[in-house]
């Protein structure tokens, strides 16, 4: 299972996010949540996760915000699940604590922990590293582009949208590296689905 834990950045010197974020991530996250978010701290929450693909939607989407530390824990977790988050443990709980301490400390602000298997965890940790670090650099442009994508619309239809010709919005996509990433993401589901079976 995934864990990620959660911690504001600068919450001493800003306004409280954690209000307003969950409801967000509870929405865009929908029923692959196998139990709710909630605040477990003053300035962080907890989610827990059962399939890799949720699990790295959740990292990508936490990470943009640029307001969060993510730490990601892969392990096993206690059964039968607690009705609250802040009374489960396991590995991957005590995985993501590790995680998410490390974050802090991280120009990406993100980090990956498998209790039981560290080594698969730091080279997946490297190669999710490279793919924020590619999104860190994206345009607003690109990233107008990348949310119409996202909701289902072909570039094409998304080029009428913007008010911009096809060949302009496929300069777009090139410059933002969407195609790249569209893969880049796949491969990173399958290899956080087999960290999650080392890690079990």
Known sequence: MYVITVDQVASRRTPDAVTAALPDVTAALGGR????AERTAGDEFQ?????ADAALDAVLTLTRADRWSVGCGVGSVR????ASIREATGDAFFGARTA?????????????EAPTAPDAAARLEALIDLLLVTRARRSPEGWELFDLLEAGLTQAAAA??????????????????????????AALVTLLAELDGEAA
Request: positive net charge.
């Open 33 to 36: 949540l196998l139990l709710p």
């Open 160 to 185: 009428t949208q913007l008010g911009i010709s096809p060949q302009a919005a496929s300069l777009r996509a090139q410059a933002a590296d969407l195609k790249t990433e569209g893969a880049v993401t």
């Open 100 to 112: 998410v301490d490390r974050a802090k400390k991280r120009p990406t602000r993100f980090a990956l």
């Open 79 to 82: 059964e039968p699940l607690p």
């Open 47 to 51: 989610l827990l996760l059962g399939d």
